[in-house]
Each structure stands twice: as C-alpha cells, then as structure tokens.
C-alpha cells in the first residue's frame, strides 16, 4: 500500500511521522553501536513523556545558559566575538555531563560581530550597553510603534516591517525609511529604484553582505559542533520559535505601556492587529518547521502571566490568537512547547483545553503540583527548579528540592525535570545533583 502524501494525513499521523524522523535519526553516522543505542533510547524517553506515557525515568532538561562559558575559563562576551573558543568550553562541560538526556550547546550565545554590524536596538548585551562582565543579554523595552500606526501594520504588514519598524530597530537600516513600496512598482520601474542611489541606503546593503558572510563563519562552527554532538548519540529536536501573537505587538512592537492602552484606547484596532500578527506567526513557524522535518515550537510566554491582566482580559486579547496559532500547528503534528515564565496559577484552567499529548509545558514559578492536577493528566509538564537554587544552594537542597518535584509530578509520566529558568553562572556540582536526582528517584519500576 502507497504512502499516504502529507496532506491526506491525520494530525496525529502527522505527528508521530515527526516523532519517527526524530528517533531514526536518517544520515547520521554515530560514532559507535552505543552511541546510537543511547541515541535512540534518549529520543525514546522524551517521546514516552511527550506522549504523557511513563517513560524509563524522568528525564532532565538542564537550562545551563551561559554557565560553561563561566566554568572552563572564559565568559558570555569573549564567547561572543570567538565562536571557537564557545565551542571548546561547551565541549568540556558536555564531556563533564555526558551522562545527561541532552548536551548543551553555545547556540544560544548571541554572535557578537552581527549584532554589532546591524546595530541592534532591542537587546543590550555585553560591552554593547552592558559591561563586559554581564554574563547575558537584556532587552531593550521601548514604543517601537506609534499608536496611529496600526493601520498601516494591518494593510501591509511586510511594508510596514521594512521600512518603518526595521528603521527603528536596526541603526544600520535608518535609511530605509527612504525606501518606496515594492507594491508601487507596477510598470516603468526605474524612479522606484531612486533610493537606493541614497549612500545611507547602499551602506546598509552592504552591511547585510558583511552580516550574511559573518553569519555562516558562525554557522559552520557551530553547525559542526551540532554534527559532533548528535553523531555521539546526543539528540536535539528540531524546531522553531514561536510567540503568543499579543506577544509579538506588547513586547517588540508597541511595548508594555504601549498596549495596555490600546487596550482600553483602541480595543478593536489591537484585535485587528492581533489577527494579522496570528496569520503571520502560524505561516512563520510552519515553514521552517516542515523544510526541517522539524518537531517543536517554542513558545515564551509574556505578558499572558498572572497579574498582567484581567482573565476577562486574557479571555479576550491574549488566548485565543495564542490557541489559533497552537491548533494551526497541532493540524501539521507540531508540538507546541509552551514556557510560562513567571505564574500560570490562575491561568491553568482556562488554557486546559486539548486532548493527551497534544502540548507540552514547561513552567517557572507556577506551582508544580496544581499543574500536575489540572494539566498532567493530558499535558507533558516541566519545571520548576528555581535559578536562585541552583545558583546558592547546596547539591542537598537541589537533590531534595528535585526528589520533590518527581515525587508530586512524576506519577503516570509526562513529566520533565528543568529549570524554572537559564542559569547562566553557577554551581556545576547542583547540576550534578539534579542529573543524579532523576536517576535516584525518576526511574520507573515496570
């Protein structure tokens, strides 16, 4: 019987067709027979809890950060601008922990030289607004977009990206705002090629060729650390990055001030909005996701937090573009990993609204055992090992803090020991003891 073609499959054979990608592994040559078994029984494990199935033990999802840079001699900022010497102290640490569900990997340090060329204005990070010895980025909150300028995101987004947000954004594209519409080209195009005769415009051309060569000097180092890692029987999933559509304007676009009073202001208009920025994040992560044979969306979660606003304000502006996104990813068997950060206590209920193993949920301060009673039937959950824990505890503390999180959460699986958030400077004996936490007390006894 033929293969059925992608769009006559369910969601659900969608679904596992990705988890098979992921546990066969297809063209990677494993260093060794063990390698590979150890490959396939990691993969297996996080498929087990995924599925909200008792796997062989509880596994551990790390969350070190920046935390190798700062235990094998270096820092956040020279890692940076050397990918080479990120990638010798990310090997070490992975050689101190290879016992673990996952190695760790120095693709989360920002590379210094792009953003230094594009001059980015959302993030400060080491010796650009920070000092060197920050050991992470931080973001820049600000009115990326004016209020009045809704209905030009709205009637076309992509115009309004290139030459107005992107100006605002990127030091190397103000000149931008010169720029004419491509939509205005109907025909005799030459006058709407005017700008770019603008100096302003020709060096941001040019700064896009420096990033695009700097960019793959970044890629091949740590696309061959990738290749090393996986080929010695360490998986990572495949994937792209997602964001709660409110999220996308409240964050990056207008701010927080910003959209709390549009709420009130222009309710209507940031509903508008919010259904383009919906259309956008679902093509934007399905895309990738497909071309990759990718198996995961991750999604920080923001301004959806307890405190933030109202339930009847979550009810209205903030979930159902976010469950818009997760269905339209669930039809294509994409797995939403959705990261609480901060509390979801009072949120748990209204976001219960899908069927066993269809998302999965990583938490931060969100009271673990009220997750597990009211998700865990139906929902991987993870967390929530405090960073401050970690970074001033004892291994004890640790052990006993994690023996209690299995305790509470482990029963029946779908649950993964992790760090409530990244820690970027610490102690590598809590790691430790988190590792050896899951082995103690996560096995299960079939």
Not at 93 to 104: C, E, G, W
Not at 392 to 408: A, M, Q
Request: charged residues 25%; aromatic residues 12%.
């Amino acid at each position: 019987m033929p293969e059925k073609k992608w769009s006559e499959m369910t969601p659900q054979e969608k679904r596992d067709q990705r988890f098979k990608w992921w546990l066969d592994a297809e063209g990677v040559n494993f260093t060794s027979a063990a390698a590979k078994k150890a490959y396939k029984q990691r993969v297996q494990r996080m498929i087990d809890v995924y599925n909200v199935r008792e796997p062989d033990r509880v596994p551990v999802s790390l969350m070190i950060g920046s935390l190798p840079a700062y235990l094998y001699g270096t820092d956040y900022y020279n890692c940076m601008y050397d990918y080479d010497l990120a990638v010798k102290a990310w090997d070490k640490f992975n050689a101190d922990f290879q016992d673990a569900d996952s190695l760790s990997s120095p693709g989360m340090v920002i590379p210094g030289k792009i953003y230094d060329l594009l001059d980015y204005k959302l993030y400060k990070y080491p010796g650009h607004g920070l000092e060197k010895n920050a050991t992470g980025i931080q973001f820049v909150e600000g009115e990326y977009m004016k209020a009045d300028e809704y209905n030009a995101l709205i009637l076309n987004p992509s115009d309004f990206w290139q030459r107005t947000y992107m100006p605002r954004i990127f030091g190397a594209f103000e000149s931008w705002n010169l720029l004419t519409p491509f939509t205005n080209i109907i025909e005799l195009p030459a006058m709407n090629f005017m700008p770019y005769s603008h100096p302003g415009v020709q060096n941001s051309l040019r700064t896009l060729i420096n990033v695009g060569n700097e960019l793959l000097k970044y890629m091949q180092v740590t696309g061959e650390f990738a290749r090393r890692t996986l080929e010695a029987g360490f998986p990572t999933a495949r994937g792209a990055f997602a964001k709660a559509p409110f999220d996308v304007i409240g964050d990056t676009l207008r701010g927080t001030h910003g959209i709390i009073n549009d709420m009130f202001r222009q309710p209507d208009k940031l509903l508008e909005a919010i259904d383009v920025i919906t259309k956008l994040m679902i093509e934007s992560v399905i895309t990738p996701a497909n071309a990759s044979k990718g198996l995961i969306a991750m999604f920080p979660l923001h301004k959806g937090a307890d405190g933030w606003m109202s339930d009847k304000q979550f009810d209205r502006f903030y979930w159902p573009s976010l469950k818009r996104v997760i269905d339209a990813l669930l039809e294509e068997g994409i797995l939403p990993m959705l990261f609480a950060e901060g509390s979801y206590e009072t949120r748990l209920e209204s976001v219960n609204e899908f069927a066993k193993g269809e998302v999965s949920w990583l938490f931060d301060k969100t009271d673990m055992g009220k997750a597990k009673k009211i998700l865990g039937e139906k929902c991987c959950i993870a967390g929530n090992v405090p960073t401050s824990l970690m970074l001033t505890g004892t291994p004890k503390s640790v052990k006993d803090y994690c023996r209690k999180l299995i305790e509470t959460c482990g029963k029946g699986g779908g649950y993964i020991l992790a760090g409530g958030a990244q820690v970027d400077n610490g102690k590598p004996e809590n790691v430790r003891a988190m590792l050896d936490a899951a082995k103690e007390y996560g096995v299960y006894r079939k």
